[in-house]
């Protein structure tokens, strides 16, 4: 089974309010990553997890948090809602082999809207 | 920093009809980035569609074929008979290959729209 689920499909959050976004996979992927993909605009990675090593970009550190209590689930947080964080937001999963880095998957994306 | 550069919007082709989509690449920090094809059909996830690792070498798959270009910084995304099942969103991206992550950064995506 190469699926990577997310809940939920779709969110509707207030400004300032906090929103959480979670990932799962059963592929015992070592890495987790999140993306954000606003209309017309490319997916652009915010954050992924190697193992339980938490790396966020440098241009959207302070706007997000992510935790991955165990291999399988990884959540996105927002601490308090804006408007420009309505997107759509794409969770995938890669593994290790052999020293090199195999495919990501990736799951079908939440979409949220911040009203 | 890194970009992908890809026909933008929307490209309408008839069915059987040959098909490129062009992808351009910079990158200032990776002296020899992996280069991917993603594709994303209606209501389902991004999906990869060939991926190529060396430079001068064609990945091909479903029909579609790309070729790593270095000298151009090219990576155009063929297919000679398109069908109306690869109506899709294609995505370019640029990747580097670390044991830790895969930073892949993407292109704008091309909606392809085949016209039976």
């Known amino acids: 089974d190469t699926t990577v689920k997310q809940n939920p499909r779709y969110k509707l959050a207030r400004v300032g309010k906090p929103v959480n976004l979670i990932c799962s996979q059963t592929m015992n992927h070592d890495t987790m990553y999140w993306y954000q993909k606003k209309p017309n605009q490319a997916p652009k990675l915010l954050l992924f997890y190697y193992d339980k090593i938490l790396n966020r970009e440098a241009d959207t550190f302070e706007k997000f948090q992510s935790s991955r209590p165990n291999n399988s689930f990884c959540s996105l947080y927002i601490g308090s809602a804006g408007l420009e964080y309505s997107a759509m937001y794409l969770c995938?999963?890669?593994?290790?082999?052999?020293?090199?880095?195999?495919?990501?998957?990736f799951g079908p994306g939440t979409r949220l809207l911040v009203l | 920093g890194d970009s992908v550069t890809q026909t933008e919007g929307q490209v309408t082709v008839s069915e059987s009809k040959s098909l490129i989509i062009n992808c351009t690449y910079s990158?200032?920090?990776?002296?020899?980035?992996?280069l991917f094809w993603y594709v994303r059909y209606p209501g389902e996830g991004l999906q990869l569609l060939l991926k190529?690792?060396?430079?001068?070498q064609k990945g091909s798959s479903r029909g579609f074929e790309a070729t790593y270009n270095k000298e151009t910084t090219s990576f155009h995304l063929q297919k000679a008979s398109v069908q109306e099942s690869d109506s899709a969103v294609y995505y370019c991206?640029?990747?580097?290959?670390?044991?830790?992550?895969?930073?892949?950064?993407f292109g704008k995506g091309t909606q392809l729209i085949i016209q039976p």
């Open positions: 991206a640029l990747g580097e290959n670390t044991g830790g992550a895969d930073r892949l950064t």
């Open positions: 190529v690792i060396t430079a001068g």
């Open positions: 990158t200032t920090s990776i002296a020899y980035p992996n």
């Open positions: 995938a999963s890669s593994l290790r082999l052999g020293g090199r880095r195999d495919t990501q998957y």
